[in-house]
């Protein structure tokens, strides 16, 4: 596909890039052509920053887990030395996929075809009858890198080689952050759904509260939906916020913290 050449026409989305007052949804192909979503992941999910994770996800050495980020998934690990690297998951030698899920401990990264071993550091450590391989380099074997970053303690990564870096991407958002102790987080409960449906559909359901009076009425009663605002930004993000209703500390099912 050539550079710029989207699978949606100008007049495909006009009426979506209308004042938001006046917008409409974008077209239906839009949610169901191959061709659409083929462009979605070509463009944007090779090629910008994504969150897998947190850092207290790979918090000690040898702990890793597997981002579903591309078709191979991205090996997401603490090397020894504690810093967290992401590795494509695919072994150097013929292509096989190293790991599925996640784990700890880990004190190598190997191949289950043949044998190929890897360090924490993404190096090569063994490869099994490939000492009398003439000019065969270790050091030119090693797994193929992802760019990771870190904001607030959250993992990105970022399957194009080169790009801006992940403050410069987002932008703004930082800035709307500031006083709030993103890294102090600490994960209270991970939930995991399969959704048949393409991602859009999620994205815009969670970005808009028309839905709350009759789906969520305990939490419209604490946040009405009346009150809800949107955020929106220079960068490739949006976000917005539901204000509690005087008197509430936060949506639980009385209001109150009770902690």
């Not at 030395?81 to 695919?90: E, I, K, L, Q, S």
């Not at 550091?121 to 009398?132: F, Q, S, T």
């Not at 800035?175 to 939930?191: E, T």
Request: aromatic share 10%; glycine share 12%.
């Amino acid at each position: 596909m050539a550079e710029g050449d989207s699978p949606l026409s100008p007049e495909d989305v006009e009426g979506t890039l209308r004042p938001l007052d006046e917008a409409t949804m974008l077209p239906a192909r839009a949610y169901t052509d191959g061709e659409v979503f083929a462009f979605e992941r070509e463009r944007w999910f090779e090629a910008d920053w994504m969150c897998v994770g947190r850092e207290s996800d790979v918090g000690a050495p040898g702990t890793w887990f597997v981002a579903p980020v591309c078709r191979g998934g991205v090996i997401v690990v603490a090397g020894d030395d504690g810093v967290p690297r992401a590795f494509h998951n695919v072994c150097r030698h013929r292509g096989t996929t190293l790991l599925d899920g996640c784990g700890e401990r880990a004190t190598r990264i190997r191949c289950p075809y043949h044998g190929w071993s890897y360090d924490l550091r993404g190096r090569l450590a063994l490869a099994p009858a490939m000492d009398d391989v003439p000019d065969f380099d270790p050091e030119a074997h090693g797994l193929a890198p992802v760019r990771l970053e870190t904001f607030g303690g959250f993992l990105f990564v970022s399957l194009a080689a080169t790009g801006p870096s992940l403050l410069a991407w987002l932008d703004d958002l930082p800035a709307q952050f500031d006083g709030i102790p993103l890294s102090g987080l600490v994960l209270g409960r991970r939930s995991r759904y399969t959704v048949r449906a393409n991602w859009k559909l999620l994205m815009e359901n969670f970005a808009e509260s028309y839905h709350f009076g009759p789906v969520h009425p305990q939490l419209q009663r604490q946040t009405p939906s009346a009150r809800a605002e949107s955020l929106l930004s220079r960068g490739p993000w949006q976000g917005g916020w539901m204000p509690l209703l005087p008197g509430a500390e936060t949506v639980s099912k009385d209001g109150r913290r009770h902690g």
